[in-house]
C-alpha cells in the first residue's frame, strides 16, 4: 500500500498551524521546516510529528520546501501550507488515489476564504494547484516566491478540496501583501523585468477590473469588493517597489 507524507514550511503560523496538522492525521509522515519561527510554532509541530527542522534563514518559498522533500521517508508528497486544511473527504479521496493510480501528480481545488468569508467568484473563482505528486515522477521549482510542481507524467484531478484561510484579520492581510509584493518584485529583477510608475499604476487598475468586473467579484458582496482591492494594491505596490528596485540596480547599489 502507497505511504503518504506531507511537508510544510512554516514561520510564526502558531495562530493556524494546529488546525492544519489535526487535518493530516491520517497521512504516515509530517516533515516539517520552520523559519526560526519567534512563536511556539514549533512546539505545537512537536506535538504532531517528531520531524520537525528549525533553519536559521528563509530562502525563500521554492528552495524551503525542496529542504522539506529531501527528508521525507515516502514517494507521494502532499505539500501544505499552514493556513491550509484538508478535508475529511479529501483525506479519503488522497488515500484511496495514491493506492492505485498511473498519474504523477495530482492537481487539487481550493476554496478560499477572506476574513472569514468563503469566496466563490473574482479571481479565486475555480482556484486550483498540483500539491500531491510522486517525487519519483515530479519535483517542485525553486522559485522564491509561488513555487510551483512541475511533472514528468500525467496529471489527474481530485474533486475534494483543500480549505484556505490566507487572512483571518486585515492585519495578516497587510503584512502578507507588504512581504509578498517585496518578494515579487526581487524575483521579477532577477528575470531582468523592468517597471515604472505607470506600469505599477496599469497592473494595478487592471487587476481590479479583472477580478472584480470581469471575473464577477462583485457577486460576493462586499468581501468580493475587498479582495479585488487588496489584489489591485498588491499588484500595484509590486511594480512601485520593481521600479524603485530597478533605480538602484541602474546607480549600482544593488
Wanted: aromatic residues 8%; hydrophobic residues 35%.
Amino acid at each position: 500500500m502507497s505511504k503518504l507524507s506531507v511537508i510544510i514550511v512554516t514561520k510564526n503560523e502558531a495562530h493556524n498551524i494546529e488546525d492544519c496538522l489535526k487535518s493530516i492525521s491520517f497521512a504516515d509522515e509530517i516533515v516539517v521546516f520552520d523559519s526560526s519561527s519567534t512563536d511556539n510554532t514549533v512546539e505545537i509541530c512537536k506535538q504532531y510529528t517528531p520531524k520537525v527542522t528549525v533553519t536559521p534563514d528563509w530562502p525563500g518559498d521554492g528552495p524551503q520546501k525542496n529542504r522539506a522533500l529531501a527528508q521525507v521517508s515516502n514517494d507521494w508528497i502532499l505539500c501544505l501550507d499552514a493556513d491550509e486544511r484538508v478535508t475529511p473527504a479529501l483525506a479519503l479521496e488522497i488515500q484511496s488515489t495514491i493506492a492505485q493510480t498511473s498519474h504523477a501528480a495530482f492537481d487539487i481545488p481550493y476554496q478560499s476564504t477572506y476574513c472569514g468569508k468563503a469566496i466563490r467568484f473574482g479571481d479565486w473563482k475555480g482556484e486550483s494547484h498540483i500539491r500531491l505528486f510522486n517525487r519519483r515522477l515530479a519535483k517542485i521549482t525553486p522559485d522564491i516566491v509561488h513555487c510551483h510542481v512541475q511533472t514528468q507524467g500525467s496529471v489527474g484531478k481530485l474533486r475534494a478540496s483543500i480549505i484556505h484561510h490566507p487572512f483571518h484579520h486585515l492585519g495578516a492581510l497587510l503584512h502578507k501583501m507588504n512581504d509578498y509584493s517585496t518578494q515579487s518584485a526581487k524575483a521579477l529583477l532577477a528575470k531582468g523585468r523592468k517597471a515604472s510608475l505607470m506600469t505599477a499604476i496599469s497592473h494595478g487598475l487592471w487587476s481590479f477590473f479583472r477580478g472584480y468586473l470581469l471575473k464577477l467579484g462583485c457577486l460576493d458582496g462586499r468581501e468580493g469588493f475587498l479582495l479585488a482591492v487588496s489584489n489591485a494594491q498588491g499588484t500595484y505596490y509590486r511594480y512601485l517597489k520593481l521600479m524603485y528596485l530597478c533605480e538602484k540596480q541602474q546607480k549600482g547599489d544593488l
